[in-house]
């Protein structure tokens, strides 16, 4: 009789997404996982969809639409929908995901586009592996995409002579985020998570949790001479930015 012993351990942190990052590395260091809830055979692209779907509502996506019907939905769905309708999960190959770039290459669709259409689908896959729906042998080994540039759509790159005269046109919290962001190219989103107790002034520098980056995994970031913003407390956020787009856009046209 094979007997389990019940581990606890605790991820550090009160994020739930870096919580459950925690626990899917875990995982994966042991080479387990529990049992999934239905047979990941029978699978079909509209569970994943279905499955995808509801979470995308879960976190409120800001990319999410509506369909003719009222019902939510993403704009990369009808296209796959044509594609992948009606396959099951487990049919859906690397073979297949080609296939489906190179028709929309024919029907005129750029790379980046179908990048983000193979994107859905992964995050597709990989939600429902997530959610134990499937299993990794039922996942495509590899889904293919094309390098883009490392520049997203419509960025404005800051010239050097820029930085001060606009570093003076706005106020705070945003001058002193646009100073951090300026020098060490830290991102919208973790600037504002970042709390006064990740700062230390005397020694200049700011450490990012986990919890708020991208990768997952803390870094430490020196904070620029002319950073000036005056401390609050522990459990404040050092910029609380709100929807600042108004003030940028006054501030680059002064």
Not at 67 to 94: K, S
Not at 178 to 201: G, S
Request: proline share 6%; with cysteine; hydrophobic share 35%.
């Amino acid at each position: 009789m094979i007997t389990y012993q019940q581990h606890r351990e605790s991820s550090g942190s009160e994020d739930r997404e870096y919580a459950e990052r925690f626990l899917r590395n875990k995982l994966l260091e042991i080479g387990g996982r529990r049992p999934t809830l239905v047979d990941p055979k029978k699978v079909s692209y509209e569970d994943l969809r279905e499955n995808f779907l509801a979470r995308c509502v879960e976190k409120k996506l800001r990319s999410l639409t509506k369909d003719h019907d009222g019902n939510p939905t993403l704009a990369t769905l009808p296209r796959l929908d044509a594609f992948f309708g009606n396959w099951r999960a487990a049919d859906i190959t690397q073979a297949d995901v080609r296939r489906f770039r190179r028709e929309g290459k024919q029907d005129g669709l750029s790379d980046a586009r179908m990048n983000r259409y193979v994107a859905t689908l992964r995050a597709m896959f990989r939600q429902a592996a997530k959610d134990e729906l499937i299993t990794a042998n039922e996942m495509p080994a590899h889904f293919p995409t094309v390098a883009e540039p490392n520049e997203a759509r419509g960025a404005l790159f800051i010239k050097p002579e820029w930085y001060a005269p606009l570093r003076r046109e706005l106020d705070e919290p945003l001058r002193s985020a646009f100073t951090l962001a300026y020098h060490y190219a830290v991102r919208v989103l973790e600037l504002r998570r970042i709390k006064w107790r990740d700062v230390d002034l005397r020694k200049r520098i700011v450490t990012l949790p986990g919890e708020i980056t991208k990768t997952g995994k803390p870094r430490t970031v020196p904070l620029p001479s002319d950073f000036d913003r005056k401390a609050g407390k522990p459990d404040d956020l050092v910029f609380p930015l709100g929807d600042f787009r108004d003030q940028w856009r006054a501030a680059c046209i002064r």
